[in-house]
T-cell receptor, first 115, second 116 residues
Framework: DTAVSQTPKYLVTQMGNDKSIKCEQN?????MYWYKQDSKKFLKIMFS???????INETVPNRFSPKSPDKAHLNLHINSLELGDSAVYFC??????????????FGPGTRLLVL | AQTVTQSQPEMSVQEAETVTLSCTYD???????LFWYKQPPSRQMILVIR??????QNATENRFSVNFQKAAKSFSLKISDSQLGDAAMYFC?????????????FGAGTILRVKS
């Protein structure tokens, strides 16, 4: 039973294409996140949703659009892909946004390669 | 804005020995949480240990312990009796207890190599 799952795990695509990455958590958590890990392994928050409501948008280009159909899912859609979008994208979830002692659980990551 | 610094890009340890990974952070907040995450070659991010800033006692999880020095803004990770499976990239992370949204701010990571 995977707690936080992402599909696909690998994505190779051409510049200019539009692609989506899906994330699902079965932990009953209220908050979900997208992080980007670049080629130097640096991890940075992109978005955070709490109960389907966007609460963090960390100066990400508007080509990136998160969508949360319900609190167990947070998908990431990317339009007009650029070479610089190549990275590993991690989904994570936690019980309470801003609550004490919460821990974020990460999915396995999606490696995106834009050619 | 908070920042997290890991000054050791790479560390090596002999199997069964002890190693300490360094982490410092910068914040003006008094209430926050600190974490160490492990990322093995599988790419999965795994929580190793967590420390609440309001707790003076250092957190421990089996072979993993931290040295939390709040005044110095230092949060080092000690791994005792190192095992081959400990080889991974280790990330130190900060989370505000005040700001809504709860994002993790990560350091640049330290690659740990374990020699047999």
């Amino acid at each position: 039973d995977t707690a936080v799952s992402q599909t696909p795990k690998y994505l190779v695509t051409q510049m200019g294409n539009d692609k989506s990455i899906k994330c699902e958590q079965n932990l009953g958590h209220d908050t979900m996140y997208w992080y980007k890990q670049d080629s130097k392994k640096f991890l940075k928050i992109m978005f955070s949703y709490n109960n389907k409501e966007l609460i963090i948008n960390e100066t990400v280009p508007n080509r990136f659009s998160p969508k949360s159909p319900d609190k167990a899912h947070l998908n990431l859609h990317i339009n007009s892909l650029e070479l610089g979008d190549s990275a590993v994208y991690f989904c994570a979830s936690s019980q309470v946004a801003g609550g004490p002692g919460e821990t974020q659980y990460f999915g396995p990551g999606t490696r995106l390669l834009v050619l | 804005a908070q920042t997290v610094t890991q000054s050791q890009p790479e560390m090596s340890v002999q199997e069964a020995e002890t190693v300490t990974l360094s982490c410092t952070y910068d914040t003006s907040e008094s209430d926050y949480y600190l974490f160490w995450y492990k990322q093995p070659p599988s790419r999965q991010m795994i929580l190793v240990i967590r420390q609440e800033a309001y707790k003076q006692q250092n957190a421990t999880e089996n072979r993993f312990s931290v040295n939390f020095q709040k005044a110095a803004k230092s949060f080092s990770l000690k791994i005792s009796d190192s095992q081959l499976g400990d080889a991974a990239m280790y990330f130190c992370a900060y989370r505000s207890a005040v700001l809504y949204g709860n994002k993790l701010v990560f350091g640049a990571g330290t690659i740990l190599r374990v020699k047999s």
